[in-house]
């Protein structure tokens, strides 16, 4: 399959590790695919779906006990502590190699091993990168068959000398207690045990295409971000693009895919969607900032996906999907999740595999869809898909937006001053946590830049890289903001609309980036005249547009200042290796908020 040495000798030890039975290349072809999707149907490992409703489409169960990322399982394996940093879990590699080895000793016996070569980014673009996965699971197969450029192409990119990320997976006996996602940057090295869940095992996304990636980028000066990438087309046809970042689960996909609200689709206004998750991101020849969506597919979290919520996301799962830990109506073989629809099926198979009566299941309490149960879906099939999605020199970026929930600390939208006070604003960025991450769900949490789980070095040293990032751009560099949809009123009702109507924020953000319309400086940066973000056709009246762009500093001091969740608490466990930056302008916002 390759003359490449380097591959060769590296599936040699792994085939000697891991003992599989037989060794699968994968090629990419269709041919191979369909047959290897035969083979799962028939173990049980994936469920046909109705071919004529869902054509191409399957669904997967996994253990009850293997639904989301574990974070307490995941490990950075750096040559000392500091380089892995006080908010990432740290192995010494020699200690994570031995350790993990004696669990994979023998993980594939009497099982198929298949290598999976992939390409993460479009082939032969300066940002795309090359990885193998060795995998024994047909599960893993289909997925970056749908989530990366995958097969022949790939060794293809690679040639005789290329290096690549090793990616090692054995779902072994999927025991909690000996499950671990343990990444050696610099080894380029991902070895992930006793998880089937996606986002443990699909090695290409967050594992390889942040953690691993970002500590690439700190090296080879360019960045590697938990970002969407949307285009914005204005009524004269041009189109600027958009880097945002928001933990997961926060309306992230539906920004993403959003659908402008009639009012300004019928002016001629557009949303092209670029990339869901991940941006790969490089200054171009131009000196400006281009970003790359390094994935083909999008991994999405099904409930409250509808027509309503997110219509371009719920299109592209009608054909070439694959489901998992979703509930089955099996009258026809669809599928259904809380927020699709208001009618759970009365024939239903929930997600831990019971059939049940949907409607009394659900009106009892019972969910029959996992609140974090995905679709693996191609990005082709997304209508709102951009026609730069396949460029291999990306996108230019004009502004690069933060965002998170907070029911009462920041408004609705504010610009940093400039870079550096923008790399502050995301790096004390917080947000109620969700179920796409094990634990408990609704507590603040900080997570900067949405990379807290994601970094794979010092997260002090990453701020450090943005800084230099931004001195290389200079006046090139995108202009920084934040968002806030989740604004609370004293009744706790959300006062902005959100979905289509980001939009209208969206307007002002690039309207701001070409010095076209004028804003209010505040304590926390520049905060939009409320008479400049337009809100016709929206039940909202110009005293709630005022709350929504509210600074209270007594709130923010708290944020500042609070023992266990505060700014000042969070960067004071980075020690020495803040740097000096983030301290200056913590001091500055704390002297402002107190003026």
Same mark, same amino acid.
């Given at each position: 399959?390759?003359?490449?040495?380097?591959?060769?000798?590296?599936?040699?030890?792994?085939?000697?590790?891991?003992?599989?039975?037989?060794?699968?290349?994968?090629?990419?072809?269709?041919?191979?695919?369909?047959?290897?999707?035969?083979?799962?149907?028939?173990?049980?490992?994936?469920?046909?779906?109705?071919?004529?409703?869902?054509?191409?489409?399957?669904?997967?169960?996994?253990?009850?006990?293997?639904?989301?990322?574990?974070?307490?399982?995941?490990?950075?394996?750096?040559?000392?502590?500091?380089?892995?940093?006080?908010?990432?879990?740290?192995?010494?590699?020699?200690?994570?190699?031995?350790?993990?080895?004696?669990?994979?000793?023998?993980?594939?016996?009497?099982?198929?091993?298949?290598?999976?070569?992939?390409?993460?980014?479009?082939?032969?673009?300066?940002?795309?990168?090359?990885?193998?996965?060795?995998?024994?699971?047909?599960?893993?197969?289909?997925?970056?068959?749908?989530?990366?450029?995958?097969?022949?192409?790939?060794?293809?990119?690679?040639?005789?000398?290329?290096?690549?990320?090793?990616?090692?997976?054995?779902?072994?006996?999927?025991?909690?207690?000996?499950?671990?996602?343990?990444?050696?940057?610099?080894?380029?090295?991902?070895?992930?045990?006793?998880?089937?869940?996606?986002?443990?095992?699909?090695?290409?996304?967050?594992?390889?295409?942040?953690?691993?990636?970002?500590?690439?980028?700190?090296?080879?000066?360019?960045?590697?971000?938990?970002?969407?990438?949307?285009?914005?087309?204005?009524?004269?046809?041009?189109?600027?693009?958009?880097?945002?970042?928001?933990?997961?689960?926060?309306?992230?996909?539906?920004?993403?895919?959003?659908?402008?609200?009639?009012?300004?689709?019928?002016?001629?206004?557009?949303?092209?969607?670029?990339?869901?998750?991940?941006?790969?991101?490089?200054?171009?020849?131009?000196?400006?900032?281009?970003?790359?969506?390094?994935?083909?597919?999008?991994?999405?979290?099904?409930?409250?996906?509808?027509?309503?919520?997110?219509?371009?996301?719920?299109?592209?799962?009608?054909?070439?999907?694959?489901?998992?830990?979703?509930?089955?109506?099996?009258?026809?073989?669809?599928?259904?999740?809380?927020?699709?629809?208001?009618?759970?099926?009365?024939?239903?198979?929930?997600?831990?595999?019971?059939?049940?009566?949907?409607?009394?299941?659900?009106?009892?309490?019972?969910?029959?869809?996992?609140?974090?149960?995905?679709?693996?879906?191609?990005?082709?099939?997304?209508?709102?898909?951009?026609?730069?999605?396949?460029?291999?020199?990306?996108?230019?970026?004009?502004?690069?937006?933060?965002?998170?929930?907070? +029911?009462?600390? *920041?408004?609705? =939208?504010?610009?940093?001053?400039?870079?550096?006070?923008?790399? @502050? #604003? $995301?790096?004390? &960025? !917080?947000?109620?946590?969700?179920?796409? +991450?094990?634990? *408990?769900?609704? =507590?603040?949490?900080?997570?900067?830049?949405?990379?807290?789980? @994601? #970094? $794979?070095?010092? &997260? !002090?040293?990453?701020?450090?890289?943005?800084?230099?990032?931004?001195?290389?751009?200079?006046?090139?560099?995108?202009?920084?903001?934040?968002?806030?949809?989740?604004?609370?009123?004293?009744?706790?009702?959300?006062?902005?609309?959100?979905?289509?109507?980001?939009?209208?924020?969206?307007?002002?953000?690039?309207?701001?980036?070409?010095?076209?319309?004028?804003?209010?400086?505040?304590?926390?940066?520049?905060?939009?005249?409320?008479?400049?973000?337009?809100?016709?056709?929206?039940?909202?009246?110009?005293?709630?547009?005022?709350?929504?762009?509210?600074?209270?500093?007594?709130?923010?001091?708290?944020?500042?200042?609070?023992?266990?969740?505060?700014?000042?608490?969070?960067?004071?466990?980075?020690?020495?290796?803040?740097?000096?930056?983030?301290?200056?302008?913590?001091?500055?916002?704390?002297?402002?908020?107190?003026?």
């Amino acid at each position: 399959m390759t003359k490449n040495q380097k591959v060769l000798t590296w599936l040699e030890e792994m085939k000697a590790l891991v003992k599989p039975e037989n060794v699968v290349w994968i090629t990419g072809e269709q041919a191979q695919l369909d047959e290897l999707t035969k083979e799962a149907v028939k173990t049980g490992e994936m469920i046909e779906l109705n071919q004529e409703k869902l054509p191409g489409c399957y669904y997967h169960r996994t253990a009850e006990n293997d639904v989301a990322r574990v974070e307490d399982r995941t490990f950075i394996c750096t040559p000392t502590r500091e380089e892995a940093g006080p908010i990432n879990n740290w192995i010494e590699p020699s200690e994570a190699y031995a350790m993990l080895s004696k669990l994979y000793d023998g993980s594939m016996k009497g099982r198929t091993m298949y290598v999976v070569p992939y390409i993460m980014g479009v082939y032969g673009s300066p940002f795309s990168k090359v990885g193998i996965e060795l995998t024994d699971s047909i599960y893993v197969v289909l997925n970056m068959n749908i989530m990366t450029r995958m097969g022949n192409i790939a060794l293809d990119m690679l040639g005789d000398d290329g290096d690549f990320v090793k990616c090692l997976h054995s779902k072994k006996d999927v025991n909690p207690d000996e499950r671990y996602i343990v990444h050696f940057p610099q080894d380029n090295t991902i070895w992930s045990i006793n998880s089937a869940y996606g986002g443990n095992v699909l090695l290409g996304k967050k594992c390889f295409a942040l953690r691993i990636a970002s500590a690439m980028g700190k090296r080879e000066g360019w960045m590697a971000e938990h970002m969407l990438i949307l285009g914005v087309e204005n009524p004269k046809g041009e189109v600027k693009y958009i880097c945002a970042a928001f933990p997961s689960a926060c309306g992230k996909t539906n920004l993403a895919m959003l659908i402008p609200p009639e009012y300004l689709k019928n002016k001629g206004y557009k949303v092209w969607t670029v990339g869901d998750d991940i941006s790969w991101l490089r200054i171009g020849e131009d000196g400006r900032l281009w970003a790359m969506n390094p994935e083909a597919g999008f991994f999405g979290v099904a409930p409250g996906t509808s027509e309503k919520t997110n219509f371009n996301a719920l299109e592209s799962t009608k054909k070439n999907t694959i489901f998992t830990n979703v509930a089955i109506n099996n009258d026809d073989m669809t599928v259904w999740w809380e927020g699709l629809d208001k009618n759970p099926p009365e024939n239903a198979t929930e997600w831990k595999g019971s059939k049940v009566n949907g409607k009394e299941y659900t009106a009892e309490g019972g969910k029959l869809a996992h609140p974090n149960s995905r679709f693996t879906a191609p990005a082709k099939n997304c209508p709102c898909i951009s026609s730069e999605f396949e460029n291999p020199k990306g996108v230019p970026i004009s502004a690069i937006v933060f965002g998170g929930r907070r +029911a009462k600390c *920041a408004p609705l =939208v504010y610009q940093s001053r400039d870079w550096q006070h923008g790399t @502050f #604003v $995301g790096a004390t &960025m !917080a947000s109620e946590t969700t179920a796409a +991450a094990a634990g *408990a769900v609704g =507590v603040v949490r900080r997570d900067p830049m949405a990379m807290k789980p @994601f #970094v $794979g070095y010092n &997260m !002090a040293d990453y701020w450090g890289h943005w800084l230099e990032m931004g001195k290389k751009l200079g006046d090139k560099a995108p202009k920084i903001f934040h968002v806030n949809w989740f604004r609370k009123d004293e009744n706790d009702n959300f006062m902005w609309p959100g979905f289509g109507d980001n939009m209208r924020v969206l307007l002002w953000i690039l309207d701001r980036c070409e010095n076209k319309v004028g804003a209010k400086e505040t304590a926390i940066g520049y905060v939009p005249n409320p008479s400049d973000i337009d809100i016709e056709g929206l039940d909202i009246d110009a005293k709630t547009m005022e709350e929504l762009l509210t600074i209270d500093n007594k709130t923010w001091l708290e944020d500042v200042e609070d023992p266990n969740t505060g700014i000042k608490a969070y960067f004071a466990q980075f020690g020495d290796r803040l740097p000096k930056e983030m301290a200056e302008e913590l001091a500055k916002l704390e002297a402002n908020l107190k003026k």
